[in-house]
């Protein structure tokens, strides 16, 4: 997973466009926005964002996990 802009809350990285999709659907589910974020109670962000980046980071494996079974099938 991608390091996190503490400033503006967007992941910077190979996967990071990726990474903030997910996040934005994260919160989303939430009932919040990323700039939303700014306007929470620190602790509430904080806790918001740990949320998002463990669901990121899940979904991120599930994905590489996938592919790599795909492309093992792939040559059977």
Known sequence: MSTIDRLNFIP?????SLEGKLIEV???TKGYRTGDLKRLPRKMSKQ????ACTHVSL????YESKAKFREKIRWI
Do not use: P, R
């Open 26 to 28: 994260y919160l989303l």
């Open 12 to 16: 910077i990285g190979l996967n990071s």
């Open 48 to 51: 918001l964002m740990t949320e």
């Open 59 to 62: 979904k991120l494996a599930e």
